[in-house]
């Protein structure tokens, strides 16, 4: 008798667990596709698609003085130095962009350049973006201008930045400047990159500026973000209609290591909601992590879409701190230490779709110093591109992160993330193989 309930109960349970890791599977799939089976080189794109690179303004143009320089030598980074000296070489870099065949690239202002102290404006330092524009222009790249990009001035920092309501007011005051400026030339902007990175690396994880580990801050810079965000759409649009202004999105997928597990499926829907999720009802009903922001309901023209990887989500996530990403067996690992994953491109399009604007693919790219995986890499993503614009997705650019080797943050120079190379002693441009590949593909679409 006992044995047989014991039975019982044991087959309960095991057909309880099948379903419901069947269920996550049909809910929450993680596709893996066989690449072998798969033609890269079958891919086609629509009439006035755009190709382009992206470069942010403290990674590229050297010789800064802002809330990373400060952070980089508060905490022993490597320090950004004279980076790609692009602010005395942008000249001979958009040639590089005009030899590639691009049609549209991205790039950021740097708010310490334009005002170093509060209040006081340096009209040279605008007047070189305004000439920046026009080059772009005469040759026929449309330049997308991203407004924060990470970085902006030590003294802004030093009042709260992000973490104070009040201080969105002088960062409007910013922004409306640049677009008084530029605006007439510049029809495609982007408010602030990657607001979900700048928080958690920079007030969760500590490892961005100011380097604060406090949720509780964290979660404040991310409705902070988003109201910035409005605030600044709302301001540019009310002056030019026309304009298209986004912002840039890094939508990280995360999937559980192990799908039957009691703790890593949890952690990764709650991970998955915290960073894409939250953000993404901030948009579509104005709510986000229970704060009303009513202003940024609808408030994009287009999404930027940065994508890099999935983040296979368990009790290991404790490592992330390290940067320490697990990977699946018939994946790749980047120099970065997360997988290549190029199947996610689609999934992070698709989350991306219910927001029913059109796509810009603001970034993707790898670190790869030897250039061994990026010609792989970049072909299986454009191939997955390629399929959702077929399936009817409303994508209209896509932008490799970046031009050229830049400095990458708490990385400092050690990951590349080029299509040409960088040699930093002599800042010799080199184009790689994957650049050629890129090249190639442009030219033939
Ligand atoms: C993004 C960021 C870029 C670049 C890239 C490569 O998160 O926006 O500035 O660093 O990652 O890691």
């Known amino acids: 008798m006992w044995i047989t ?11 309880f667990k099948v379903s419901l890791i069947s269920y996550r599977r049909r809910r929450y799939p993680e596709p893996h596709y066989d690449w072998s089976q798969i033609n890269t080189d079958e891919v086609s794109f629509p009439q006035g698609f755009h190709w382009g690179t992206a470069t ?16 980089e030598v508060a905490k022993g980074l490597e320090q950004s130095g004279a980076a790609c000296d692009h602010w005395n070489r942008w000249k001979g870099d958009f040639q590089l962009l005009s030899d590639l065949g691009i049609t549209s690239y991205r790039c950021s202002i740097e708010w310490s350049r334009l005002e170093p102290e509060p209040g006081r ?11 920046m524009i026009d080059e772009l222009l005469a040759r026929n ?15 802004w920092e030093a009042r709260g930045g992000f973490t104070k309501k009040e ?27 990657e607001p979900t990175v700048f928080s958690t690396m920079g007030y969760g994880l500590g490892m961005f ?34 304009v298209q202004i986004g912002m840039a999105k890094n939508v990280t997928l995360f999937d559980p290591r192990n799908r039957w597990s009691p703790i890593d499926w949890p952690l990764s829907r709650l991970l998955e909601w915290l960073w894409n999720g939250a953000w993404r009802n901030g948009i579509m009903k104005g709510r986000m992590l229970f704060a009303k922001i009513p202003e940024a309901k609808n408030s994009l023209d ?16 404790v490592s992330l701190r390290n940067l320490n990403f697990p990977k699946r067996d018939q994946e790749v690992a980047t120099e970065f230490g997360y997988p290549m994953y190029a199947e996610g491109f689609r999934r992070a399009i698709e989350f991306l779709a219910p927001l029913d604007v059109p796509i810009e693919i603001t970034e993707n790219g790898v670190a790869d110093a030897s250039d061994a995986l990026r010609p792989e890499h970049l072909k299986r993503h454009l191939w997955v591109l390629s399929q959702a614009i077929k399936d009817g997705y409303n994508v209209r650019s896509y932008h490799h992160w970046s031009l050229m080797d830049n400095f990458e943050w ?18 010799e441009r080199t184009l790689r193989a994957s650049g050629e590949v890129y090249k190639e593909i442009i030219s033939s679409n």
């Not at 309930?5 to 057909?15: C, D, I, P, T």
């Not at 287009?302 to 996530?317: M, R």
């Not at 120079?413 to 930093?424: A, N, P």
């Open 410 to 427: 708490a990385e400092g120079y050690s990951m590349r993330f080029g299509l040409y190379h960088v040699d930093f002693e002599t800042q």
């Open 167 to 193: 201080n969105i007011a002088t960062f409007l005051s910013y922004c409306e400047r640049v677009f008084d400026a530029l605006s007439d030339r510049v029809d495609t902007w982007v408010t602030i990159n």
């Open 5 to 15: 309930l014991f039975l019982a109960a044991l087959a309960a349970f095991a057909v």
């Open 56 to 71: 942010a303004a403290h990674q590229v143009e050297g010789s800064l003085s802002n809330n990373w320089t400060i952070h």
């Open 302 to 317: 287009f999404i930027g879409l940065n994508y890099y990887t999935h983040v296979l989500t368990g009790l290991s996530i």
């Open 121 to 131: 404006w340096d009209d040279a330092a605008l007047q070189t973006y305004s000439a």
């Open 209 to 242: 500026p100011p380097g604060r580990r406090s949720p509780r801050l964290t979660l404040r810079v991310m409705r902070h973000l988003m109201l910035a965000h409005a605030k600044v759409y709302h301001s540019l649009k009310a002056k030019r209609p026309e």
């Open 141 to 155: 790249i449309r330049p997308i201008i991203t407004l924060h990009h990470f970085s902006h001035p030590q003294w």
